[in-house]
Antibody, heavy 120, light 107 residues
Framework: QVQLQESGPGLVKPSETLSLTCAVS?????????WGWIRQPPGKGLEWVGS???????FYNPSLKSRVTISVDTSKNQFSLKLTSVTAADTAVYYC?????????????WGQGTLVTVSS | DIQMTQSPSSLSASVGDRVTITCRIS??????LNWYQQKPGKAPKLLIY???SLQSGVPSRFSGSGSGTDFTLTISNLQPEDFATYYC?????????FGGGTKVEIK
């Protein structure tokens, strides 16, 4: 059973950078699959942030592309999210998830999520 | 971006009811449509992928149908643990997008 666990600061100041890490266990990131981030503002729906392949190829939501960087560290079996110049609109629960490699893209394993609040 | 319209946004139903949720897509996505269940404070859980394929471990009372632009999630014989919010998600092209959600509440 693949397990994912998000970690990082729960409070970030406006204009600063949000940084989160997703540790993967019981599966080697190097073995394949895409690894992604999805966020959910309080009381609202889901928004795909971006995904990364184990080789480092990345795909970002154009609405966030100028501010997002996703990276992978296969030696630590984890991947990370950086979102720059945050505002209150970036306050959300951030989930990491595994995305299948098939043409029909879906997320089969998810982390429990971590709430990040943007506030001074 | 591909737009997703889920309906209804909420519904009330009783245990044992048959519930149908619809997801309408702004363009033809063949069968690249997935469904998730989310309970309060929890991560979404994959129920159906590729429009009608049941994810391993998901009860058979959940079923999906449709292709092109119109898709349906059906829950037959609604159980107490099924009261949750359901989201559709298109996997046809990036950016991957989700429907607005349908909250299934107890009548």
């Amino acid at each position: 059973q693949v397990q994912l666990q998000e970690s990082g600061p729960g409070l970030v100041k406006p204009s600063e950078t949000l940084s989160l890490t997703c540790a993967v266990s019981d599966y080697s990131i190097s073995s394949g699959y895409y690894w992604g981030w999805i966020r959910q503002p309080p009381g609202k729906g889901l928004e795909w942030v971006g995904s990364i392949y184990h080789t480092g190829s990345t795909f970002y939501n154009p609405s966030l592309k100028s501010r997002v960087t996703i990276s992978v560290d296969t030696s630590k079996n984890q991947f990370s999210l950086k979102l720059t110049s945050v505002t209150a609109a970036d306050t959300a629960v951030y989930y990491c998830a595994r995305r299948v490699v098939t043409a029909i893209r879906y997320f089969d394993y998810w982390g429990q999520g971590t709430l990040v609040t943007v506030s001074s | 971006d591909i737009q997703m319209t889920q309906s209804p946004s909420s519904l009330s139903a009783s245990v044992g009811d048959r519930v149908t949720i619809t997801c309408r897509i702004s363009q033809n996505i063949d069968r690249h449509l997935n469904w998730y269940q989310q309970k309060p404070g929890k991560a979404p859980k994959l129920l159906i992928y590729a429009a009608s394929s049941l994810q391993s471990g998901v009860p058979s009372r959940f079923s999906g149908s449709g292709s092109g632009t119109d898709f349906t999630l059906t829950i037959s014989n609604l159980q107490p643990e099924d009261f949750a919010t359901y989201y559709c998600q298109q996997g046809y092209s990036t950016p991957l997008t989700f429907g607005g959600g349908t909250k299934v509440e107890i009548k």
